[in-house]
């Protein structure tokens, strides 16, 4: 796709590296897509649809994976570490792709931040003698070295953290399909009446399910580190395009069948599900249940705070390539890691940590609040990007590693699917002050991006 940006040609001292190998790129995809939203948040939308909430899943889904094939394309055909920021300033002007990139970076510093606090919360519960503020703070530690260590360290961390998640959904979904075919000794199976009982497969009817969505639409969120790995990786025009085929039916099948096997087998009014997973695991009779799905649930948090450390260090670096950053913040060592955008990024977590953990439950709250919604913004822009790229390069008769398929019909269904969500967030109280607050927050950074520009050409 050619590229129309008017960026600075000039570029920091060093590029980065193509380490990453095309197995960890694709366990990355799989593994952003399942994270501590699908082992702690799940409950939350089977209990807003009940057992309907599959269709929440499988509209969320079907977003998601035309949307990751959208982005495919694009960074196929343009591995950038700016990604959907790049495609974005090709598409709709320098502007546009500031405002994402920094949008996406913020949300991302804010993020690593509550999953620090989150993991060593939840590791608390197993270990009470573990102090929460230590253990988080020693997250933050740990993981800073990995990504400075460079991507090749970050890439084989992210694999094995995936293959533990994948492994363990895999076990649950087979320990479930056990449980209703009454293969269990001492055990008896459901069968279908959680289901059809307790007011049926829709008991809160369409209002339950466009809830059900709002909550379940965040729990996809992450798949885009695939597009900016994209840069870094070993032949990222075959490897990309492998990734997102392989992902994309695989997320599917994870997720239906892991909330499949939960509505079969707890009601889905019970308060056990709180903690779905475990819920049914203890309904399976197996000790350790609680402990092991906790343990799970601090992978999930440790492995997403990885992923966004790079990413976000990854779209800063990009920002300062492009000149829509300070320039030192591309710099990058004799590994080729761009260590003041590692540093830059993981700073603002680590003084919003200190600040949780001495003023708890006050300041991430409000954070999350204002970068709660951005994910749906930077899918909204990614799609229109693709649209008007995909057009371009069409008539301009250029050749693409990966086409989309279905294009451009699946793109317009999807910014449909995303306009009924932006709808429901503005109908409903409890999610308007949120997308207020977000779209108040992307006009300021377009305006401070949009003065910035006009001061350098002046």
């Known amino acids: 796709?050619?590229?129309?940006?008017?960026?600075?040609?000039?570029?920091?001292?060093?590029?980065?590296?193509?380490?990453?190998?095309?197995?960890?790129?694709?366990?990355?995809?799989?593994?952003?897509?399942?994270?501590?939203?699908?082992?702690?948040?799940?409950?939350?939308?089977?209990?807003?649809?009940?057992?309907?909430?599959?269709?929440?899943?499988?509209?969320?889904?079907?977003?998601?994976?035309?949307?990751?094939?959208?982005?495919?394309?694009?960074?196929?055909?343009?591995?950038?570490?700016?990604?959907?920021?790049?495609?974005?300033?090709?598409?709709?002007?320098?502007?546009?792709?500031?405002?994402?990139?920094?949008?996406?970076?913020?949300?991302?510093?804010?993020?690593?931040?509550?999953?620090?606090?989150?993991?060593?919360?939840?590791?608390?519960?197993?270990?009470?003698?573990?102090?929460?503020?230590?253990?988080?703070?020693?997250?933050?530690?740990?993981?800073?070295?990995?990504?400075?260590?460079?991507?090749?360290?970050?890439?084989?961390?992210?694999?094995?953290?995936?293959?533990l998640k994948v492994g363990a959904i895999i076990a649950f979904i087979l320990v479930g399909i056990a449980l209703l075919l009454g293969l269990l000794p001492n055990v008896p199976s459901p069968g279908l009446a959680n289901i059809t009982g307790h007011g049926g497969f829709m008991p809160k009817g369409l209002a339950g399910i466009g809830a059900a969505l709002l909550v379940v639409i965040f729990a996809f969120g992450g798949t885009e580190i695939v597009a900016v790995a994209a840069a870094e990786t070993q032949d990222p025009e075959r490897s990309l395009a492998r990734a997102i085929r392989t992902v994309a039916w695989r997320i599917l099948v994870f997720y239906i069948g892991s909330i499949g096997v939960i509505i079969a087998v707890v009601p889905w009014n019970s308060e056990t599900l709180k903690s779905p997973f475990a819920a049914v695991l203890q309904v399976a009779n197996i000790p350790g249940a609680a402990t092991a799905i906790t343990l799970i649930a601090v992978i999930a948090l440790l492995s997403a705070l990885n992923a966004n450390l790079y990413g976000a260090s990854r779209m800063i670096y990009s920002l300062a390539e492009r000149a829509e950053a300070p320039r030192w913040l591309g710099l990058t060592n004799t590994r080729q890691v761009p260590v003041v955008a590692v540093l830059a990024s993981v700073l603002f977590g680590f003084v919003a940590t200190v600040l949780e953990l001495i003023y708890p439950n006050k300041v991430l709250p409000v954070l999350l609040n204002v970068v709660g919604s951005t994910c749906l913004l930077v899918w909204t822009i990614t799609l229109v990007s693709q649209l008007i790229l995909r057009r371009r390069a069409d008539r301009l008769g250029t050749p693409l590693p990966f086409r989309m398929a279905g294009f451009p019909y699946l793109t317009v269904l999807a910014l449909a699917i995303l306009a009924l969500i932006f709808a429901l967030l503005l109908a409903t109280p409890e999610t308007r002050l949120q997308f207020l607050s977000m779209a108040a927050f992307t006009a300021f950074i377009a305006l401070c991006s949009g003065l910035a520009r006009k001061s350098q050409r002046g």
């Open 1 to 163: 796709m050619p590229s129309t940006s008017s960026a600075p040609a000039s570029a920091p001292s060093h590029k980065l590296e193509r380490a990453l190998k095309p197995r960890q790129l694709i366990m990355m995809g799989l593994g952003s897509a399942i994270g501590a939203g699908l082992f702690l948040g799940s409950g939350v939308g089977i209990q807003a649809a009940g057992p309907a909430v599959l269709i929440s899943y499988l509209v969320a889904g079907t977003l998601v994976i035309i949307m990751m094939h959208a982005m495919g394309e694009m960074a196929a055909a343009r591995p950038a570490s700016g990604a959907f920021s790049v495609y974005a300033a090709d598409a709709l002007g320098a502007t546009a792709g500031a405002t994402v990139g920094w949008l996406w970076w913020a949300q991302l510093v804010v993020v690593i931040a509550a999953e620090s606090v989150g993991a060593a919360g939840l590791l608390n519960t197993v270990w009470p003698q573990l102090s929460v503020p230590m253990t988080s703070l020693a997250f933050m530690l740990v993981f800073t070295a990995i990504n400075l260590l460079g991507v090749r360290n970050f890439g084989e961390f992210e694999f094995w953290f995936a293959i």
